[in-house]
């Protein structure tokens, strides 16, 4: 498929599953599109996003502006979780 092609996914469950201008070349037969991530605050989450202390491996919620610190061993180093989907490259 290339990028004139390409239409961006939506979030509704009736979206057109396997039915788009590329969907026969190979790829699977039904699409679960991802859920749209609300980061404006409204949400329940408030947009918090985690990530490991590299010094005492704590798991550290972090809200947007927030101050990039553990909150246990007080570290300025924290690394980003790993995403739950499946990331999947092509090699050539």
């Not at 290339?2 to 396997?18: D, F």
């Not at 919620?61 to 246990?72: M, S, T």
Request: aromatic residues 8%; hydrophobic residues 30%; contains cysteine.
């Amino acid at each position: 498929m290339s990028r004139e092609e390409y239409q961006i996914p939506t979030g509704s469950a009736s979206a057109s599953v396997g039915g788009g201008a590329g969907a026969g070349a190979g790829g699977s037969s039904s699409y679960n599109a991802p859920a749209v991530r609300d980061y404006t605050g409204s949400g329940a989450d408030g947009g918090t996003m985690y990530y490991m202390c590299g010094d005492c491996a704590v798991r550290v919620p972090l809200e947007k502006g927030a101050a990039i610190r553990c909150q246990k061993c007080g570290a300025r180093v924290l690394y980003k979780e790993r995403t739950k989907r499946m990331v999947q490259f092509e090699a050539r």
